[in-house]
């Protein structure tokens, strides 16, 4: 159990438009889900940390009009890139907590798969 | 505001022999979790084991096992008889409570020498 994926897994898109990436809990409510941004050979920087019907608390120096979280459900985050630049182009990685689990999984983090973007 | 520490950047270790890599952590909270994270080459990002801060106890699981030492706040990792696929980087992480996310070290990318 505690399966978290991602969609797309990878992108290209054109400077100037917008690409929705998609992170869904599959087999459990995600009170909690965090994004992370990562550089190659680098470790995972958070971006920002959101909870379900709630706006989302975004970490020192991301700019949150360029990107747009919502979590609109238990199960469903998006992470939008708006007008996306080819600095832009890294791993993005979503993961989910469940922090009325029981047992174990109250303290993990479940992380999905990434998306690889990349901006031309 | 807790930090998470790894002093090895890249480590190697022959095939079948156990490498240790290092991770210290500062907090000021009693009660926490640590854990190690491996991410392989496909970059999905894998729990190896755990800590709970209140068990005395080192966490093992199979040819993984820590040694926690809280009042030094360190937590390495001892990985026993090295298969070529524990090839990967390895990040050390804590977390306290609630939403907090986890707080990650910047990680040492082992290699396994056949």
């Known amino acids: 159990g505690a399966v978290v994926s991602q969609h797309p897994s990878w992108v290209i898109c054109k400077s100037g438009t917008s690409v929705k990436i998609e992170c869904r809990s599959l087999d459990f409510q995600a009170t909690t889900m965090f994004w992370y941004r990562q550089f190659p050979k680098q470790s995972l920087m958070l971006m920002a940390t959101s909870n379900e019907g709630s706006k989302a608390t975004y970490e020192q120096g991301v700019e949150k009009d360029k990107f747009l979280i919502n979590h609109a459900s238990l199960t469903l985050s998006t992470l939008t890139v708006t007008s996306a630049h080819p600095e832009d182009s890294s791993f993005y990685i979503c993961?989910?907590?469940?922090?009325?689990?029981?047992?174990?999984?109250?303290?993990?983090?479940?992380f999905g798969p990434g998306t690889r973007l990349t901006v031309l | 505001a807790q930090t998470v520490t790894q002093s090895q950047p890249e480590m190697s270790v022959q095939e079948a022999e156990t490498v240790t890599l290092s991770c210290t952590y500062d907090?000021?909270?009693?009660?926490?979790?640590l854990f190690w994270y491996k991410q392989p080459p496909s970059r999905q990002m894998i729990l190896v084991i755990r800590?709970?801060?209140?068990?005395?106890q080192n966490a093992t699981e199979n040819r993984f096992s820590v040694n926690f030492q809280k009042a030094a706040k360190s937590f390495s990792l001892k990985i026993s008889d090295s298969q070529l696929g524990d090839a990967a980087m390895y990040f050390c992480a804590y977390w306290s409570s609630g939403n907090t996310p986890l707080v990650f070290g910047k990680g040492t990318r082992l290699s396994v020498i056949a």
């Open positions: 993961s989910a907590r469940d922090l009325h689990r029981p047992g174990q999984y109250t303290n993990e983090q479940f």
């Open positions: 800590q709970e801060a209140y068990k005395q």
């Open positions: 907090t000021s909270e009693s009660d926490y979790y």
